[in-house]
């Protein structure tokens, strides 16, 4: 891809990153250690792309993103995505999963399952890990069956995943019950 643009803007988690083309939004970075390791996890990805101020569509997006960070119930689903070179399975996965509202969740299996028969539990979750679009495609909505959190790719990890949930449950308007289910501690996974 060439002509693509982007930007770093702060959040309640830390600084993230946002890269875009004449066709919608083509990245998301969540935060990495520091933001220079932000930036450069981004432009790995998008490397031609050139650091800009963002117009409207994308500072309305940017925008919503910060909003849901720091705890409040948004919509993100007018943020238009640009699923060139994304395939039409994994674009169907992230369909549902942006339907998942804020402070909502569904197992990996309830994922599969509204895709039909031929769609697995572990394709939901394949697809996830290659999220370009975390937050916007709201992957960390996505748990285990029976209250357990399942796996996350971002940096920090699980860890990450339960913030994201923690920062969604405080909305008044969400459904708590799923949370109360998640376990307070995450033990690490020995490799």
Known sequence: MSGERFASFATAIGVCAIAWSERGVCGVQLPERHEQATRHRLLRRFPGA????????????????VALLRGEARDLSFVTLDMEGVPPFRQSIY????????????SYGEVATRLGEHVTARDVGEAMGKNPFP???PCHRVVGS????GGFS??????????LLN???AQPSGPAGLFDRLP???SPRRR
């Open 50 to 65: 050139v650091e800009t101020l963002p117009d409207g569509p994308m500072q309305h997006a940017i925008d919503g993103i």
């Open 95 to 106: 369909a549902v999963l942006r339907a998942i509202p804020p402070g909502g969740a569904l």
């Open 135 to 137: 937050i916007v495609v």
């Open 146 to 149: 029976g209250g357990r959190i």
């Open 154 to 163: 971002a940096n920090g990890g699980v860890a990450t995943k339960l913030r």
């Open 167 to 169: 920062i969604e449950r």
């Open 184 to 186: 307070l501690a995450v």
